[in-house]
């Protein structure tokens, strides 16, 4: 991905560009998904759901009242920001196995809402010609012209990550995941820091799925498919959760890898799924630590 930033969009084709564009937005939901996890601790299922509320919350602000993009986006941001506060408030105090499994169920009941509120999310029918983001008076129309916009969208939402996880609050979040009973006894409000991280992580993947909608032009209930999770969970475990640069890493890898395995699309999933098997067992920290590794020892 950090070549595709230094290469000429007119260089590269059409579908080379489509997946950096969709790289660029799944980063967005990964910083939220690494936040919670691997800054915060907890194994949350629930930023696909938030995804998925973010881009049918601003295709609906676009389409049923005709917001700009401009103001679509911050709007899914924030919507999914305070619909994660009644989530979180509850579901932090269980314990681990139990919160996964409410996030597990926020995902359910999204896809179902998704489906059955046919009035306001036309159902399986879906939203279609949602409308691009306007620039000047002028639809970015091209793939090209997406890029940029989801480039300069993604970078900011990584400056602002990096600049979360490097304050105070970042290090508590990092004491917290390491040894809550301990950051506890040193008087941190442990509860109080996981619930803005998990709400800071719903804002991210709100403004991922607003990009998303905006991009594509269509949606339907499949947004909140688990592959959409699962997706995350990959980039953010196999780049290397708890880390900046093995996440960034891991969005352009393993979006990448799958698309240049459909040279071979009989045995596409099946290469895919061992490279993943043989990740865990010989890179558990993720490929970002383990490049860092490489990179200390060649320097040595």
Not at 3 to 14: E, M, R
Not at 77 to 100: D, K, M, T
Not at 109 to 137: Q, Y
Not at 145 to 163: D, E, K, N, P
């Amino acid at each position: 991905m950090l070549v595709l930033t230094l290469v000429a969009p007119a260089v590269l084709s059409d579908y080379t560009l489509h997946v950096a564009v969709l790289s660029l937005v799944y980063l967005l939901p990964a910083l939220g998904l690494n936040l919670v996890y691997g800054y915060a601790g907890l194994l949350s299922l629930a930023e696909g759901s938030f995804f998925g509320m973010g881009a049918y919350a601003s295709a609906l602000l676009a389409l049923r009242l005709g917001w700009p993009f401009w103001l679509a986006l911050p709007a899914a941001g924030l919507a999914c920001a305070l619909l994660a506060v009644p989530i979180a408030v509850p579901a932090l105090r269980l314990r681990s196995y139990s919160f996964v499994m409410v996030t597990l169920g926020v995902l359910v009941i999204s896809e179902s809402v998704a489906k059955n509120w046919i009035g306001l999310t036309r159902g399986d029918m879906g939203l279609i010609d949602i409308p691009r983001p306007r620039l000047a008076g002028m639809p970015l129309s091209s793939v090209a012209a997406f890029y940029y916009l989801a480039l300069a969208i993604a970078g900011v939402a990584a400056l602002a990550f990096r600049a979360l996880v490097g304050s105070a609050g970042g290090r508590a979040l990092i004491a917290i995941r390491d040894d809550e009973t301990l950051a506890q006894s040193y008087g941190l409000d442990t509860w109080r820091f996981k619930l803005v991280a998990f709400v800071v992580a719903a804002a991210f993947g709100g403004l991922g799925g607003s990009l998303y909608a905006h991009y594509t032009s269509v949606l339907d209930p499949s947004i909140f498919d688990v592959f959409h999770t699962l997706t995350l969970m990959t980039i953010v475990f196999g780049g290397g959760a708890g880390t900046f640069g093995g996440v960034l890493l891991g969005t352009g890898v393993f979006l990448f890898v799958p698309e240049a395995l459909r040279v071979a699309p009989q045995w596409r999933m099946v290469v895919y799924g061992l490279l993943l098997v043989l990740f865990v067992f010989r890179l558990p920290g993720g490929l970002g630590p383990a490049l860092a590794r490489l990179g200390r020892r060649g320097s040595a």
